[in-house]
């Protein structure tokens, strides 16, 4: 069974810039997260989508930050325009029942 | 808010000897997870538990959700050298909940 997949794997933007990561789930896994992982602490979630809606974007900057799952299966989150303090690992995470989520490899982003 | 403290924060061991690490939060869980991470990677599942006093094991590693459902245990049989990493927990009070995150042990192996 193929794993979560993400791209790019790494990216190097100045501030000010845009930028955007893609996020495929696991099959059949109706649950999609999105996480940010400061260098040196554990993940801290953005969003969760429940098909291709959203259950949690409580702690989601949406000034700058936003996420879609149109057709419920892939997704995408933007950052614009991004910060120095956005520098992190970016992972993307799926789940079938709720309560075990499998991540993806991540995308370390380093903002200059 | 919910805390996870996570101990200890490194552990330096030689290999063939035995690792323990413990999560405790400030409220009650339904499901207790144990991941670890490699540079570079994402959080891979060791073990998931989803009962109180429930004791599981994966091969030279064994979990346990502790009978307060406030605290989880992480015990590394044996360590050899690929056990290097961070390990962290994980947990959340319902299925669909949010999932908080230790702050990660992270464990050096020396031959």
């Known amino acids: 069974e193929a794993g979560v997949a993400q791209s790019p794997r790494y990216k190097i933007i100045e501030k000010r810039q845009s930028v955007a990561f893609w996020c495929n789930p696991i099959?059949?896994?109706?649950?999609l997260y999105w996480y940010q992982q400061i260098l040196g602490q554990g993940p801290k979630l953005l969003i969760q989508?429940?098909?291709?809606?959203?259950?949690?974007d409580s702690q989601l900057p949406k000034d700058r930050f936003s996420a879609e799952r149109l057709k419920g299966v892939d997704s995408t989150l933007k950052i614009q325009p991004a910060k120095l303090e956005d520098s992190a690992v970016y992972l993307c995470?799926?789940?079938?029942?709720?309560?075990?989520?499998?991540f993806g490899p991540g995308t370390r982003l380093t903002v200059l | 808010g919910q805390q996870l403290n996570q101990s200890p924060q490194s552990m330096f061991i030689q290999e063939g000897e035995d690792v323990s690490m413990n999560c405790t939060s400030s409220?009650?869980?339904?499901?207790w997870l144990w991941y670890k991470q490699d540079p570079g990677e994402g959080p891979v599942l060791l073990i998931a538990?989803?009962?109180?006093?429930e004791l599981t094991s994966n091969g030279r590693l064994t979990a346990q959700f502790g009978t307060t459902r406030k605290d989880s245990f992480l015990n590394i049989s044996a360590s050899i050298p690929s056990d290097v990493g961070i390990y962290f927990c994980?947990?959340?009070?319902?299925?669909?909940?949010?999932?908080?995150f230790g702050a990660g042990t992270q464990v050096v192996v020396t031959p």
């Open positions: 995470a799926s789940s079938f029942s709720g309560d075990t989520q499998y």
């Open positions: 099959s059949g896994h109706a649950t």
């Open positions: 989508f429940q098909n291709n809606g959203v259950v949690d």
């Open positions: 409220s009650i869980f339904n499901t």
């Open positions: 538990l989803y009962k109180a006093g």
């Open positions: 994980a947990g959340h009070t319902d299925s669909w909940g949010k999932l908080q």
